[in-house]
């Protein structure tokens, strides 16, 4: 047994299980009595329901009974609510259609949920699912935003005008506008963020159950928050009391944000349960998991920079049209703003800065989070607008961020979007960066793949993204209808071994390894003793959940809080064993010692004191050393740091090969150094799947034409080049480990770095910019329609 | 899927009369088309007959001719150092199939029966002037393609064996759609004493065919200068999301400079 506290890249404990295939996942899971549900859902983007025939479904052979909206309906069960209001630039709140958990009067998208057949099998619930007879009237549908908000466009909701979720600004918009006014020089951009399916692994899965004879409900499912779901679907939904209901998220395969939403799923199979008074299961089919999974992204954006004339950034001037989707995901509204716009000053002292919003319905699968949650959009937004400032002005594009960079001594740092910075050192990171890739050899090797006939470029990003999302009460002021704190429990067993019982919900990144690691450096308990327990609103305190890569710096720090408290009682536990006095005891490695003498007692010592307290202070002191902390963090933390991409196209068919992946980024204090870079290679991975291969295509009437992998193009591991990850790192300052989140720097560094190398590479194209994803036919039509004038020059 | 009767007979004789009897039965020979369509509810059989246990596995070499049995998969084919040697563009193509669990499991006879537009082997059969063996006659290769999905075979009609003579030179050069890793352009091209012939899969409408300019031409001179030239009009091809029919007709005369400099 080596090193195993803060630093030490130990290997997964999880990854046992998960290796051999002993993971225990939901659709592993089998309740006694279990039945099976089927969900028919909507094969068409926008249609009024006439009429809808169950009879003969509800007599097919193994079925139990079949659902419809009409029966929800019926029931004192709610819509789908939604966790964050946002209100428009004119004070009034946005407009939040109803979300039915089953279509009631008309569907909105493909996939929407229309029915649901319970059966004795999957099989021959779906069997059934055929014999639903749907009378639709067809409505004219729209599916892109510039078409959605376009005069005279279908309305996906009634008396939502103009498919207008809301129209929110941030920043003066008078005081921008003054300052481009009088700007040397604008440099403007139209881009569009490409919408994504997040395709976990696992798909979506979950099973009610109703004890008939407590009347207590249990839901298992997929979900990276237990608590978050209990509270929106006992409270807002089925009307359900939390102390009769238990959400368990056993092992789940990856989330990427798409499991953190209510689904209408989890209500189904919950209620459903109720009323046949027997465990119902729904797992999901792939291609339902394309029209039903939360998708990402998806704007479209004009972008202008004001700069003076050596380039130094005066203004920035944003519009962004926002999807929705047909209904509003749990935290869909807060994507495009609070987690896009209050990015946009990156790492840049840009002084002023004027963002609209516009969030737009459209007959489409719900858009939420997904990995980065706005700060890729906004990431990628404005390293491309710095590369096309550097392409417009001809200024060395790293002498441009340099110039521009908010300098390492300029801490805490106030943006003109609401953020503060608490720490950072751009310049580090790109130095370093720079440095391990080359940058300045670059044009040797550009013509050295000349010579073989390809075109090689190079791309880079300077990017700073927020995690951790807080204080509550900041997040509440902005439209959150929920906290942002976390919980931790401690519980020392009478032998002294250690679980953690911990509001945070691990799907792939290690938390039962990292977490316990903390409790190694902190009390010295063996990584073996520690066993770290999430998932189970039964178990573990109200917590929040994972998503925004706030487990460590918000999670772990509520840990640190309990075994501080651990800590404390344990010196008043030992100072009595030890007869002396509590201001005398110290703890280190395991040990409580009487400072500046041999006497000690080991945490086991005084754990075993504790549950058996027959030697123990107890007129002033309870039994037990068990200790819950809830920490409410001060303030976002602030990773960031530096991609560089090197890529070749090949330009006799617009293949791009990505050559060469440098992340340099800056993660606050590292726990697990293996685990920090399989974290950034895993989000390096998406994100050059964003910019070279991902996208979600519906036709303009809304059919998804990406439905399945046959067409909707995922990275592979053959796709991905040696990734080169470091970090550079500096200390967050406002907790108590230091940690900032390094789950999604990979997927918001990445993309506008690998298309700064794409375009790079197109250069003698005269290309300024093209949309992702970077596809070969895209880039040879693009090689194509500029041939003819570079043969006329 | 929904139901089905299955079955898996012991003799060709007995497979050919189950598949006969019932015009709603249909052949397995591998199934990693089959299965997901089945799977999707594309296709409803009443009886999947399996024919994994009729003995048609196996490579022969005799003379100037490779014997492939219809129910040998790719992974062998690729694996064969028989097919290495005679015919390297065939090894090639059957390593570049789905992945190894596809390759291990989809056999020759079952691809060129279900002849997906996409799909490699039908260009090799046919660059090849292969003779597709049935249980009851043999078919030229330029006459067993007729489109889209679509074949020579009569109802019930069971591949057996598919017999390639071998050529001078051969190679496959493959651009995989990136999604789903099939051929947007695949190009099999086959040097033979009597001349070139070059057919082209994933790129036409109608599915496999062959390029009449670009053979002539390799014909002519069996090097990629040759056809550097010629155009390929787009009428006729596939487009779709990841590939218009111009784009298509622009690869396939890249792809086959490729293959062309491969082989030769």
Known sequence: MGFEGIGASVRRKEDVRFLSGRGNYTDDINRPGQLHAYIKRADRPHARIDAIDTAAAGKAPGVVRVFTGADIAAENIGGIPCGWQIHNKDGSPMAEPMHPVLAVGKVRHVGDPVAVVIADSRQAAKNAAELIEIDYTDLPAVANLTDAVAAGAPEVHDGVAGNLCYDWVIGDKAVVDGVFASAHRVVKLDLTNNRLIPNAMEPRAAIGDYDTSSGDYTLYTTSQNPHVIRLLMGAFVLHIPENKLRVVAPDVGGGFGSKIYHYAEEAIVTWTAGKVRRPVKWTAERSESFMSDAHGRDHVSTAEMAIDKDGVFLGLRITTLANMGAYLSTFAPAVPTYLYATLLAGVYKTPVIYCNVKAVFTNTVPVDAYRGAGRPEATYLLERLVDAIAYDTGIDKIELRRKNFIPADAFPYQTPVALQYDSGDYQTTLNVALQTAGWDSFEARRAEAKRRGKLRGIGISTYLEACGIAPSAVVGSLGARAGLYEVANIRVHPTGSVTVFTGTHSHGQGHETTLAQLVVDQLGVPLDQVEVVHGDTAKIPFGMGTYGSRSLAVGGSAMVKAMDKIIAKGKKIAAHLLEASVQDIEFKDNTFTVAGTDRSKTLTDVSLAAYVPHNYPIEELEPGLDETAFYDPKNFTFPGGCHIAEVEIDPETGVVEMVNFIAVDDVGRVVNPMIVEGQVQGGVAQGIGQALFESAIYDPDGQLLSGSFMDYTMPRANDIPPLSVATENTMCTHNPLGSKGCGEVGAIGSPPAVMNAVVDALKEYGVRHLEMPATAAKIWSIIQSAQPRIAAE | ?264
């Open chain 2, 1 to 264: 899927m929904y139901d089905f009767a299955y079955e898996k007979p012991g003799s060709l004789a007995d497979a050919v009369k189950l598949l006969s009897a019932d015009p709603d039965a249909k052949a397995l020979a591998g199934g990693q088309t089959f299965i997901p369509v089945l799977k999707q509810r594309l296709n409803r059989p009443s009886t999947v007959v399996d024919l994994a246990k009729l003995g048609l596995t196996g490579i022969t070499v005799s003379g100037d001719k490779v014997t492939i049995a219809a129910m040998t998969t790719h992974a062998t084919i690729a694996a064969s150092p028989e097919i290495k040697a005679k015919i390297p563009g065939l090894q090639h193509q059957a390593s570049l199939i789905g992945d190894e669990a596809v390759r291990h499991r989809g056999t020759i006879g079952g691809s060129l029966a279900n002849n997906d537009p996409a799909a490699c082997y039908p260009s090799a059969v046919l660059a090849l002037n292969g003779t597709i063996k049935t249980d009851r006659r043999s078919i030229p290769a330029d006459e067993f393609f007729q489109g889209m999905f679509t074949t020579a075979l009569e109802p019930g009609e069971i591949i057996t064996s598919v017999e390639l003579p071998v050529p001078q030179k051969s190679a496959y050069e493959k651009f995989r759609n990136p999604a789903s890793r099939y051929a947007i352009v695949g190009v099999f091209v086959a040097k033979f004493a009597s001349g070139v012939r070059l057919a082209i899969t994933g790129a036409g409408q109608g599915g496999v065919f062959r390029h009449a300019e670009f053979e002539k031409a390799l014909s002519a001179n069996f090097a990629p200068e040759a056809i550097a030239g010629i155009a390929t009009p787009a009428e006729g091809l596939n487009g779709d999301i990841h590939a218009s029919p111009e784009y298509r007709a622009h690869l396939i005369g890249v792809v086959s400079k490729r293959a062309v400099a491969k082989a030769a």
